[in-house]
């Protein structure tokens, strides 16, 4: 399993920024994917998640109305538009999948750097 994240970077408050994760290593379409950011000191929390046809999603509500997520199952690629970015914003934003074997897995990618500055 291998999750690329991609689309980090600086940005000043109002700014929008497009993440792009790059999923491989398992049947994609089958499964929930979410973003999640972290930043120094706190715990990693959930922003967004979406659903295997993508016609399900979940925002935390810091990010209601501003962020949008979504996803191309024929490119196994999951997205995070965000618009009206805040200072609070700033995080490093990781793509994640929960995957069933003997248990239940998470998987991660390496995180990109998202940075509001005014």
């Known amino acids: 399993v291998q999750l690329v994240e991609s689309g980090g970077g600086s940005v000043q408050p109002g700014g929008s920024l497009k993440l792009s994760c790059a999923a491989s290593?398992?049947?994609?379409?089958?499964?929930?994917l979410s973003w999640y950011r972290q930043v120094p000191g706190k715990e990693r929390e959930l922003v967004a998640a979406?659903?295997?046809?993508?016609?399900?999603?979940t925002y935390a509500d810091s990010v209601k109305g501003r962020f949008a997520i979504s996803r191309d199952n024929a490119k196994n690629m999951v997205y995070l538009q965000m618009n009206s970015l805040k200072s609070e914003d700033t995080a490093v934003y990781f793509c994640?999948?929960?995957?069933?074997?003997?248990?239940?897995?998470?998987?991660w990618g390496q995180g990109t750097q998202v940075t509001v500055f005014s």
């Open positions: 979406i659903g295997g046809t993508g016609s399900i999603t």
């Open positions: 290593g398992f049947t994609f379409s089958r499964n929930v």
């Open positions: 994640q999948v929960r995957l069933a074997a003997d248990r239940m897995y998470d998987y």
